[in-house]
Each structure stands twice: as structure tokens, then as C-alpha cells.
């Protein structure tokens, strides 16, 4: 299962992603992805990852290349913390956890 | 018009014959019974001298004689149309046989009204004479004239045949119209029937009886002429009618589909309590108080018939066919119309049946969905959690196999995840909207095995109290998971052999050959190659399943994956029983990297949840002693720092002595840089050592 929520405030945004993200998911967060990014423009994009149970290994390249285009990714729970941290470090960004 | 012939004059023997001829001739030109006695008086009038000639003919049904026919020149006879038999002249004649001949109406005996009329017209001599076939008595023909003593012996003899001929003439036209009328029988029966055809071939044309509803009305009104047609549908309480389906050109709309009326006071529902059909002409609510009966009338419906619509099986509702006309349905039609419900009533069962079983199948396939649904978020078959070089070969082996329809052999030791690189496998294939089965060898009876992959048919074996499908039949188009393949029993090997190589297979109990398209996905944790050695496994099969070997490797040759599993495995336990772990303590998941892990990640899924379930603060809490060696173990813990420090060294000069960054040796082996850094001072490496 998995569910992605668009919400706005002010100028922040937040794509709030539950479930697990992998296969025929990713495509469908990557157009949700594109559909905020360009409708957008200077807005702070979080994408909010506290109810996610599993990312695959191409989840985790997705999360980086949204991570590089300007999105702060926040996590509860270990596995997905030490995730953005791991993404975090390798795209040479702040942490938010 | 015709001309009036003149009385004649005494008639020659040849005039007569001829007369007679000609008498013949008409019989055999005229079909119509009037039109031939007519032209036969008007004939006989050549040669015979009579002022009237009438044509009486028995009739069966009333017991007396009815005048078919009647010619008077010179004025109209006030006779009635019918006389009883033995108040007149004809009827005695019909009745004896006999021919009556009356030289002088004034002297004979009283003869009933007919004699009296003729007689008070100025009629004085009249002769009757039989008309009769061989095998029956058809009436009598009179002749009456103006003249005393008109016919004479010659007269007599010669009206005697002319009456013959009459009577052929009118067996003839009798015989016709009989004919005439079995024909029009049988042309309405062969026009009931094509109609009964035509209404049964429009009922299996469609399985939905609203569309084909006017269809069929449309075959009833070429038998039945009717302005409504209606199709009502008992409820489940049955206590409601629901109007399923109308055909009313004319209606205003008072009557329409989907309206729900009560049984109750209604025609149709006595019709469907007397489980009979109900002609209600004139309709009248008073009679039937329901409301549906009032708006009907309102409509202007006068009258209506009713027909239930009754299986074997069940009540259904009601057929009913109505018209703007009073007595426009006879009892005829009610006959023909119960036949056409007897055909809807079937129709309209089978109808339903279909829906049910449409209705069931689509509930099987949302539970077969929901069921694989839930399959998948419960074992979780699509996170196989990991980074290492040796998972990602296996992940590799597994897309490269999936596309293909090869037999897999997955080799591994327990709680490796065999299944869910099996059902990977499965998922990757494209049989992945088929069923996954799975069947696990080892768990299973010996004696059943073959039952459950087989199948069996009834009373194969005593227990086998219904035919039963196995799960190679259950997986065919899908993916059999044959787990602990190596448990299979020697005796029965051969046949799994042949299901595998032949696509093919009996039931228990079965002679009939079944044919499969299913791929089979095998694992086992045992060491077949040593088996078939050993004479415990078929050499055949083992080839057989041994076309792509996939090895997944243990836990402990894939150490980099155990933070990875650990951090997975205590998010998972912590939000099934909602508890709230910050961290995991570097020496925890040192010890937990370290241990020889003999169970694989099951050993390490349960370790995790007991932590978990043991940790009630922010601090994963694992019981770490219990992954210290005991005594006997010590050598191995020397091994083991060893093997870890030869690990990290391996890892260190596969990242070209890197370690930190997205590629470097920290992450690979799931570690902060600064533990690696701490574990590289501690084991004693350097730069140097890469």
C-alpha cells in the first residue's frame, strides 16, 4: 500500500508519504513529484517520510535525486532516519529529522 | 342478376338426363353450399315445374332442421328458418328416408307451419325428397307449386337422383369447411408454436430479461393483441412486487418500472397464491383494491391477465399482458400466454442464476485480491531489505530467471528467505497475475503429499469424500513453491519427475490425463547433489530442478545488511506494538553484526522483536549475552574477530581505501564513519593494510 498526500502551508509544502516505497509506487510519487516541483517555484517542498515502512533500494536512489532537486526529507523510526541521514550525507545536505 | 327461369313443361327423358348432367357439373364447380343450391333451383326449373324449392339440413347439435337454402318465384315464403323434426314435412322425410309426395295440400294430414304457410301463399302440391350419402342422412329437399298434382312417378325418380347429387354436394362442402376449419386450427397452432420459438430464442439471445422484455412483447402482440406488457418481480420478504420490466407505449406514466406494490390486493398476487393464471375482464379494483390496480385503470387498462411465474424451484413473480379494450384477451390466449410464462419463469431463473453466480465470482476475485493483498503486507514479500554485493548478485540472478518460464532451484539455509526470493520470482515473471501456490514438503503428511499435489478424485481413498484440486492444478498458469524439496519421498519423485518434464499428470483415483502450465519454483536447505549420491534423491529429478540454482547466501556472510535488517526489522515491531526507539547503541549492533547468526534473519527478526518488546524507553535493549559464545566458543570469537577484521579490510579495498561518502566503506557496512574508525583502531588496521 501506498498513499501520498500534498498539503500546503504558506509557503512550505509537504508531500506526506505512507506505505512502502517501491516498485510501481515510485513512478507515481515521481509525477506527484514533478506536479509540485513545477507548480511551485520557490516554495519549500518537504517531503515527509514518518509513515513509510519499507524503501527499496530504487526508492532510496528516487529520494536522493528529489533530495538534489531541493526537497528536505524529515523521518521518524530508525530504519528511515538512518536513511535521510545516509542520503542526507551523500548529497552533502542539512539533516532534518 | 340471374334470370328467372319459366316453370317447365313436361320434361323429355333426354331433357332430364341432361339436367342431371348439368346438376353434376354445378356440384363439382361450386364450393359454396348457398351459391350451389341456388344455382341448382334455377336449373331444376328447366325441368321440373315448382314455384319453391328449399334445401333443410339436419343439424346435429340442436336435434332439428335448419333451412339452408330457399327459392320462391313469384313472392317470399314467411317459413322459418329452423322446424322441429317432427312438425314438419322435411324432418319425417330425414327422419324415415323415405321420399313424401303431397298431390293436394288441402287434403293432407296436418304438417306443421311450414305446409300451412305454403298452403296459405296458394301452394296446393308439394314433394320432399331425402337427401342422404351412403353412410348418413343429410336432410330433405321440397318442392312446392301452385298446381295441384304437379309431380308425377317420372318427377319423383328424377328429383330422387337430382337429390342424390344434392346430397354428395352437400357432403362435399361439409367435408370442405371441415377441412377448412382443421386448417385454420392447425395454422393457429403452427402460429402459437413458431411464436412459443421465437419468444424461446429471444429468451437465450440475452441474460438480461429487461432488454429482451419488449422483444418478446413484440412476439406476443402478433398473437395477442395487447397495449401493456409487464414483468413484476416477487421480493425476498414477499410481501412486494417490484415492476422489473414494462412495455406500455401508451402509459402516462402512473405504472412504471422499479415501482414496488403490494401482494397483497393485487391481481398478480392472487394469480401467484392460486399459482394460476387470472383473467381480470372487465378489470375492476374493486375487486383487487392494490393500488397498482387503480392506476392501471387509471391508464386506462381494461382488461388484464395475469400469470405466474413459477419454477420447480421457486416463485418468481408475475407475467401480465393488458389492453385498453374490454375482452380483447380470450381464454385461448390465457392458454398460449401461461405457456409463454412457463418459458420466461425458466428464462428469468436462469437469469438470476447467472447473476448470482456473476456476482460470486466477482466477490471471489475481490477476496482472491484482497487475500494476495494481504499476504503481501503481512510476510512482506517485496522488502527484501539489504545493500551487500552478495544480496544484489541474487537480486540480479532473480530478474534474470524471472522473465523465463525455467524451473528455479532456490538452495539456502533456513531462514534465508528462500520464499520470499521465490515469490520475488513469481512477481518479476509474467505469471504474476496467476496464482503463487505454495506447498511446503516438509510439513505435510507422507502419505498426503501425493493427494495435495496431485489432487484426488472421490472416493480414491477412504477420507476422499470429495474431489479434490491439488496445488499443481491450482497453480497452472501461476508458480508452484515447492518448499523442502528434498523431503519428497523417493516413490513419488517420478511422478513429480514427469509433471515437471511432460506438463502432465492423473489425479488420484483418475485415469483421465490433466495438463499443466505451471512453473515450478523449488527450494531446500539440504545438499541434494549429496542425497542423490547418498540414493535418497532421483538423479533425474535433481537435474531437473537443478536448471538455474539460485544460492542465497547466510546472514553472516552478509554482515553489512544486519544494521540494515536491524533498523528495519525494530521500525516494524515498534509501530505493530507503538512503542518509541531513538537509538541503537553502537555496541548492540556491534555484537548483533557479529554474531554467527545460524538461524539467518528469522533468528535475527525474532532477537529484534524480543528487543524491542523488552526496550520500554528510547534505547533498543538486546539481550547481548546471549550473543556472547559460551566457553566452548571462545576459539570461534578469536576466528570471528579475525573474519570481522578481514571483512573490513575486503570492504575498505573494494572502496579503494575510501570511507566515508555514498560509496564508501562506512556505508557499505552499514556503519557511521566514525565507528568504522573506532573499529579500525581497534582491530588494528591502516591505510597502510588497504
Not at chain 2, 33 to 52: E, P
Not at chain 2, 103 to 130: E, I, N, R
Not at chain 2, 434 to 445: E, L, N, W, Y
Not at chain 2, 530 to 546: A, I, K, P, S
Request: proline share 4%.
Amino acid at each position: 500500500m501506498f498513499r501520498a498526500t500534498v498539503e500546503h502551508n504558506g509557503d512550505l509544502v509537504t508531500l506526506r508519504i505512507e506505505g512502502r516505497l517501491s516498485g510501481p509506487c515510485l513512478a507515481e510519487l515521481e509525477q506527484c513529484w514533478s506536479q509540485i516541483h513545477a507548480g511551485n517555484g520557490t516554495h519549500r517542498i518537504v517531503v515527509d517520510l514518518k509513515e513509510v515502512t519499507f524503501v527499496s533500494s530504487q526508492g532510496k536512489q528516487l529520494l536522493e535525486r528529489l533530495c538534489r532537486a531541493g526537497a528536505r526529507l524529515t523521518a521518524d523510526g530508525l530504519m528511515t532516519r538512518a536513511l535521510v541521514e545516509q542520503i542526507a550525507d551523500s548529497v552533502g545536505q542539512e539533516k532534518h529529522i | 342478376m340471374s334470370h328467372v327461369p319459366q316453370p317447365a313443361e313436361d320434361a323429355s327423358a333426354e331433357q332430364r338426363y341432361r339436367a342431371l348432367l348439368e346438376v353434376t357439373d354445378a356440384v363439382a364447380l361450386h364450393h359454396d353450399l348457398d351459391q350451389l343450391l341456388h344455382d341448382l333451383a334455377y336449373r331444376l326449373r328447366k325441368i321440373v315445374r315448382f314455384d319453391s324449392v328449399s334445401f333443410a339440413l339436419h343439424d346435429p347439435a340442436a336435434n332439428l332442421m335448419r333451412i339452408a337454402h330457399i327459392e320462391s318465384f313469384g313472392q317470399d315464403l314467411p317459413v322459418p328458418k329452423t322446424m322441429a323434426i317432427n312438425d314438419s314435412a322435411s324432418g319425417r322425410v330425414w327422419q324415415t328416408g323415405e321420399p313424401l309426395v303431397l298431390p293436394d295440400l288441402s287434403t293432407a294430414p296436418p304438417l306443421g307451419p311450414v305446409l300451412k304457410a305454403l298452403q296459405s301463399c296458394g301452394f296446393h302440391s308439394c314433394c320432399v325428397l331425402p337427401i342422404t350419402v351412403v353412410d348418413r342422412r343429410l336432410g330433405a329437399l321440397a318442392l312446392a307449386s301452385r298446381e295441384k298434382n304437379a309431380y308425377g312417378s317420372a318427377d319423383l325418380e328424377f328429383l330422387q337422383r337430382v337429390a342424390e347429387q344434392v346430397g354428395l354436394a352437400v357432403d362435399n362442402v361439409a367435408q370442405r369447411q371441415q377441412a377448412l376449419a382443421y386448417q385454420e386450427q392447425i395454422a393457429s397452432e403452427r402460429d402459437r408454436l413458431r411464436l412459443l420459438l421465437e419468444v424461446n430464442n429471444v429468451l437465450v439471445s440475452n441474460r438480461d430479461i429487461r432488454d429482451l422484455f419488449p422483444a418478446i412483447s413484440g412476439c406476443l402482440r402478433r398473437v395477442v393483441a395487447h397495449d401493456y406488457a409487464s414483468l413484476a418481480l416477487l421480493q425476498p420478504d414477499a410481501s412486494l412486487l417490484r415492476l422489473h420490466a414494462l412495455v406500455f407505449p401508451e402509459g402516462k406514466g402512473l405504472v412504471h418500472e422499479e415501482m414496488l406494490f403490494a401482494v397483497e390486493g393485487s391481481a398478480g398476487g392472487r394469480a401467484l397464491a392460486q399459482c394460476r393464471p387470472l383473467l381480470a375482464d372487465p378489470l375492476d379494483p374493486a375487486e383487487f383494491p392494490a393500488e397498482i390496480t387503480s392506476r392501471m385503470v387509471s391508464e386506462g387498462v381494461r382488461c388484464a391477465c395475469w400469470l405466474p411465474l413459477v419454477t420447480r424451484n421457486a416463485v418468481l413473480g408475475t407475467l401480465s399482458v393488458a389492453s385498453l379494450t374490454e375482452h380483447a384477451i380470450r381464454q385461448d390466449d390465457v392458454e398460449l400466454l401461461a405457456q409463454v410464462a412457463s418459458q420466461v419463469a425458466i428464462a428469468l431463473e436462469n437469469a438470476l442464476a447467472f447473476r448470482e453466480i456473476a456476482q460470486l465470482k466477482d466477490k471471489l476475485a475481490q477476496e482472491k485480491l484482497y487475500l494476495q493483498e494481504e499476504i503481501h503486507s503481512q510476510y512482506n514479500f517485496e522488502e527484501i531489505v539489504g545493500e551487500s554485493r552478495l544480496l544484489r548478485t541474487v537480486l540480479q540472478q532473480v530478474e534474470t530467471v524471472a522473465p523465463t518460464s525455467a524451473t528455479v532451484l532456490i538452495l539456502g539455509e533456513t531462514g534465508t528467505g528462500k520464499e520470499l526470493i521465490a515469490r520475488a520470482i513469481h512477481d518479476l515473471s509474467t505469471r504474476r497475475e496467476q496464482t503463487f501456490v505454495k506447498m511446503s514438503c516438509a510439513a505435510i503428511p507422507t502419505g498426503l503429499l501425493e493427494s495435495e499435489l496431485f489432487g484426488h478424485e472421490r472416493g480414491a481413498f477412504t477420507g476422499a469424500i470429495v474431489q479434490k484440486v491439488g496445488r499443481l492444478e491450482l497453480a497452472h498458469k501461476g508458480t508452484l513453491f515447492l518448499d523442502e524439496v528434498g523431503d519428497i519421498p523417493l516413490e513419488l519423485q517420478p511422478k513429480l519427475l514427469r509433471a515437471l518434464q511432460e506438463k502432465e499428470f492423473e489425479r488420484l483415483g483418475s485415469t483421465r490425463t490433466q495438463r499443466v502450465d505451471t512453473r515450478v519454483v523449488a527450494a531446500t536447505n539440504r545438499d541434494l547433489a549429496q542425497m542423490v549420491e547418498e540414493g535418497t534423491f532421483r538423479r533425474d529429478l535433481y537435474y531437473r530442478l537443478n536448471v538455474f540454482p539460485v544460492r542465497i547466501p547466510p546472514l553472516r556472510e552478509r554482515r553489512e545488511d544486519i544494521p540494515l535488517l536491524v533498523r528495519y526489522f525494530a521500525q516494524k515491531f515498534c509501530r505493530t506494538i507503538n512503542r518509541r526507539i531513538e537509538t541503537i547503541p553502537s555496541e548492540t549492533m556491534e555484537a548483533l553484526v557479529a554474531w554467527s547468526w545460524p538461524g539467518n534473519i528469522r533468528e535475527l527478526e525474532h532477537m529484534v522483536e524480543r528487543a524491542v518488546i523488552l526496550s520500554p524507553g528510547p534505547v533498543l535493549n538486546v539481550p547481548i549475552a546471549e550473543l556472547r559464545p559460551t566457553n566452548g566458543d571462545v576459539h570461534n570469537l578469536e576466528r570471528l574477530e579475525d573474519a570481522e577484521r578481514e571483512h573490513i579490510l575486503r570492504v575498505l579495498r573494494e572502496a579503494g581505501g575510501v570511507i566515508g561518502g555514498s560509496d564508501g566503506a562506512a556505508v557499505r557496512l552499514g556503519l557511521k564513519r566514525t565507528t568504522l574508525h573506532f573499529k579500525m583502531k581497534k582491530l588494528g588496521i591502516s591505510r597502510v593494510d588497504v
